[in-house]
């Protein structure tokens, strides 16, 4: 009894105004606090591992073990379940169970028990308001089309059960019927649309259209992305509500410059990844004038152009706040990928919160040594030289030639008092002092 109630009661210090959860959820979070405090070697990656595994159940609350979902630092951020599972899931998931204190998301893949879902999900608001509406009707595994039917009419259906929604994601297939007028989401700040059709013909500058004339008087950010063109004329027919607006398509560069020079007003701009290599491309200066005064953000449903452009953002335009917020949102959906943590590390400005997403991206991958390299250069900013140590050594292992890695030892080990081992690390530091890898 004394240990069940220890263990409540480090749970409910790490996590405050939650009810206390599982005790294998609580001894997860426990060992998850000690990040930062003991070195995070493989013993300990191990460690993670098996109460991530252990704690599974007592994670997901209602949910089926076999649940896709994401979990970060202990806790289910997102899931995603077909129509058919939704359906049964939704009024427990809509009693708020302690478990899933800090879901963020859920995707819905549509199936044939779409309509079913929707009644159930009218019926039963939940706390969670950020939404991924998946009508792609594709084997996510092999990319097999599962069925070929219109989506908009779905999207919109679906998206009348989640009036209380304030973001959601939209990836339909749109053919000559496709319309989102009937949109009617009053607390809807963000959209993201994700175009899919199946001929050569792309209805997008239509459909788009069709969403100005729909109920959204919260709307301020809009991302659509497609494989067509998008008519300049029609993107800036936006409503003055909708401050913030990125287009991927074909022909984004002229998009984006006309809504610069066409609309003063916008407060963030969709940013080109510069994925194709194509010569009209904005390079990082032009790109950098016009978004002089402006957030940028970058595209979401395409996760390696998402990836590739939210490392520009982050690297070379160096827009810590943006790409915190994108890479925030990227890790969401894509947690099984250690690089997406590790680029969150850098985004964010607070030490222990880069200590973490570190740790993170080494629970998925212990082999990543660039998350050994920043993890270690944050301890020593926390002032935990001994056991930034182990961290710094692992990537020199494997880049003796990095001479930031060695001038970190030497500060490590005079941190310590060790000045024989700083001296032989100095001694290390490549003559040139390039920190190059």
Known sequence: ???????????????????????????????????????????????????????????????????????????????????????????????????????EEIEVLFDDELDAWIEVAASHPLRVTRFHLNGEYVNQDTGEVLAEGEGSANMVAAAAALSYATELVFEPYFDDTSSFAALDLPELTTLWVSSNTYGDETPDNRVLGTLWQARCPQLRRLGWETSGEIDPAVALAAPSNVTELGFWSSNRVAVLEALVANRPSLTAIGMADRDRDEPDDLDDDALRRLGEGRRMFAPRCAYYRAFNAGHRLLHALEREADGAEHFAALRGRNAHDADVHFQYGNAVTDDYAKVDAYCEALIVDPDHLPSHANLGDTLLDLGRPRIAIPHVRRYLDANPTFAGGWRNLVKAHRALGEEAEALAAEANIPPDDDDDE
């Open 1 to 103: 009894m004394t240990k069940a109630k220890s263990r409540r009661t480090s749970n409910a210090s790490l996590t405050p105004g939650v009810d206390p959860v599982g005790p294998k959820h609580a001894k997860l979070l426990s060992f998850l606090a000690t990040r930062g405090q003991v070195e995070f070697d493989l013993k300990q990656v191990k460690r993670a591992r098996q109460l991530l595994k252990d704690a599974r159940a007592e994670l997901l609350g209602p949910l089926p073990t076999k649940t896709r979902a994401t979990i970060i630092d202990g806790w289910v951020r997102r899931i995603t379940l077909s129509c058919g599972e939704a359906r049964e899931l939704w009024p427990e998931i809509a009693a708020a169970p302690p478990a899933l204190a800090r879901l």
